[in-house]
């Protein structure tokens, strides 16, 4: 990317190229995973559930007592500005706020400024191929944290969890696993929900298991009951997944994507089922056609 065509980043209320978007060593982000962060979309210039995200980074920012220097609407515009200054249309959006630079000592009163960042930038995405004839995926070794040691619902920059879960995705050459928290029930993917279909009807691990409340997942569940197939928010098991008629998982990146074999078992018929295909439609769908816009002033914030 030549000088002058360089992403502007927006640090603590200020537009700054790439190059010049430095974080101090003292910033508790870095020093301990203190802060949280959000991963969001554009399509067609227009920011897909802008007001969910942020309602989600605020819920994370008071569950670890963190206080986000700006309003919800100078987030907003904060957000939809960053998008704008880069020209983007679609865009994969990340917004960072970190407990801002203290000192060694791991105390969170000791930084007093929280760092704000928001990167916008273009999407990497599977190929279509993946979406057409689906993922195969493993369950792993790691657990996922229970809700009383490190709530998954905080999307918080300690992600050491999920990676070591991608590590395993990626040792045994895997784009993505299934992980079960200490019950041994299925919470989640390292950045996705999970879903089964089993006799025409839709299952997903309810929030009390330990999962994030994927923006996705909440949009996929609205979509399936406009499609009047019924919805359960139910523990699962390894066993619910192997024998599902189909399985699919949801997130930002990857929207709705099927799963076609877990732990050598083929789900259903070993493609992307019917279910699956009619949300990922209905689903890109909506995202297409709705969300804030970026290149319009008067709505701004709506
Ligand atoms: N579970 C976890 C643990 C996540 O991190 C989701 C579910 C899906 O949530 P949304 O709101 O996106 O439907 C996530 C979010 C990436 C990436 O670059 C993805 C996430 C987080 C960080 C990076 O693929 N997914």
Redesign the pocket.
Known sequence: MTESSERKIFMDGQLVPASEAKVSVFDHGFLYGDGIFE?IRAYRGRVFKLKEHLDRLYDSAKAILLDIPYTKQEMTEAVVNTVRVNGLQDAYIRLVVSRGPGDLGLDPTKCPHPTVIIIADTISLYPEEVYQKGMTLASVSIRRPATDVLN?AI?SLNYLN?ILAKIEANLRGLPEVLILNQEGYVV??????VFIVKDGALYTPPTYAG??N????QVVLRLANDLNVSTHEAPLTMHDVYTADECFL????AEVIGVVRCDGRTIGAGDVGPYTARLRDAFYTYATNEGTPVYNEAVIGA
Request: charged fraction near 20%.
């Open positions: 991963g998954p999307k999920n989640e993917g390292t950045g996705d929900n999962i994030l994927g923006i996705t997942r949801t997130g930002t990146a």
